[in-house]
């Protein structure tokens, strides 16, 4: 589908923006998104392949793995913006999702758990909602659009609210009403694009501020 490659090529412009920054100012500057930016692609990339050689092909235990990768990056990611109980907070919310996930999914299953799926957008949104409360308290003078996460935040609660309407009912459209189940994997496509924009400016605004 034309949408899904335009969503893959988009893709890689925040990937080879991050690599360029990476190389001139170090990774770490960018508090290390090229790493989640790089197994993005690399996952994506595959299942496209894998389902160019075979459109039957399961990929379910490939994006369990890969939304437990994402549990423990964004962690990781907002550890280096989080302080005292915020930081406390967001750490118990990846134990528990990851504890969820591997006690009571099938996560080893070649299919694709939707219980993860909601998992890992529950804690999107917690993780974004905190960085949200954390920047209203901070009270500083900079627009809160100058920052980095800002944009990050606001890609991951975009995304994570349309996919959990998107998962939730998705094996009953598959069931039901398959031409409702592409218009949605079409229209999360549509939001993949924007959300990846989103980081692209996300890696600008830590450009400026390394300026």
Known sequence: MLIGIIYKIVLLIPLIKSFFLGRKYSFSAQNYLFVYLLIT????????????FDPNVKVGLQY?????????FFYFFYSKVFKNLLNKIS????????????????FLSDDFDKRIGITITLFYIIN????????????DEYKITDDPVFWISTALLMWSCFFIFRVTPMFF??????????????????????????????????EKKLQ
């Open 173 to 206: 459209f598959d069931a039901t009403d398959k031409g409702f189940l592409q218009f949605l994997r079409t229209s999360q496509n549509v939001v993949n694009i924007f959300m990846y924009i989103m980081f692209y400016i996300s890696l600008m605004k830590y």
């Open 128 to 139: 974004s909602m905190l960085w949200f409360y954390h920047k209203i308290i901070a009270f």
């Open 41 to 52: 692609v690399v996952n994506e990339w595959i299942s496209f392949i894998r389902n160019k």
């Open 64 to 72: 369990n793995f890969y939304f437990i990768f994402c549990v423990v």
């Open 91 to 106: 750490l118990l919310s990846a134990l528990l999702s990851l504890g969820y996930i591997v006690l009571s999914t099938n």
